[in-house]
């Protein structure tokens, strides 16, 4: 059973548009929510996170909302840019010593 | 400051073989997680360690085991090797995030592994 899922395997986007990447969970316990991103031979990297006390987390050109309601999260990024291309992950905790449950994996497409 | 290391980067066993992969997380580290990365899984949750100790473990059977010494550096053994555990296997250590609530993991580059 999966509990954090991203429906979207892949997504190409023109540069300069706005990239958004959408996240579903099922565990109604997770409180926090992150996001990362990973270049091919490389180890993912952390971009961003968000609580659940919060609905809206900024950092640059990345964003996240979180809609607790409908259990759902989307990363944001505003404006587009070549070295955007990559594998984006969203991962889900229940609290600082549970484990970390990371969903499949959009593949970023930032076409020029 | 070091990341995060792992080693070998890349392995080549057979069927029923064993194999121990080593990762050095960054210095000041003290959780270690290990996950198992294929095209159809995404990022899957072995298990992690924090001082030594199992905190938490992922559903993967008694073959994959682990464990963390008291520098921090953890070791993930595989037994009786099967096909389907060809995948990049990575290491993460973890710091807590005081603002997030948090902790923010921190991966290596991973270990290949193939079975034949």
């Known amino acids: 059973d999966q509990q954090v899922k991203q429906n979207s395997p892949s997504l190409s986007v023109q540069e300069g548009r706005i990239s958004i990447l959408n996240c579903d969970y099922t565990n109604s316990m997770f409180d926090y929510f992150l996001w990362y991103k990973k270049y091919p031979a490389e180890g993912p990297t952390f971009l961003i996170s968000?609580?659940?006390?919060?609905d809206k987390n900024e950092d640059g050109r990345f964003t996240v909302f979180l809609n607790k309601s409908a259990k759902h999260l989307s990363l944001h990024i505003v404006p587009s840019q070549p070295g955007d291309s990559a594998v984006y992950f969203c991962?889900?905790?229940?609290?600082?010593?549970?484990?970390?449950?990371f969903g499949k994996g959009t593949r970023l497409h930032i076409l020029p | 400051k070091a990341g995060v290391t792992q080693t070998p980067r890349y392995l080549i066993k057979t069927r029923g073989q064993q194999v121990t992969l080593s990762c050095s997380p960054i210095?000041?580290?003290?959780?270690v997680s290990w996950y198992q990365q294929t095209p159809g899984q995404g990022l899957q949750f072995l298990f992690e360690y924090f001082s030594e100790t199992q905190r938490n473990k992922g559903n993967f059977p008694g073959r994959f085991s682990g464990r963390q010494f008291s520098n921090s550096r953890s070791e993930m053994n595989v037994s009786t090797l099967e096909l389907g555990d060809s995948a990049l296997y990575l290491c993460?250590?973890?710091?807590?995030?005081?603002?997030?609530?948090?902790?923010?993991?921190?991966f290596g580059p991973g270990t290949r592994l193939t079975v034949l």
């Open positions: 991962a889900a905790s229940g609290n600082r010593d549970d484990k970390i449950i």
């Open positions: 993460a250590s973890s710091v807590p995030q005081l603002t997030s609530g948090t902790d923010t993991q921190y």
């Open positions: 968000i609580s659940s006390i919060k």
């Open positions: 210095s000041g580290h003290r959780s």
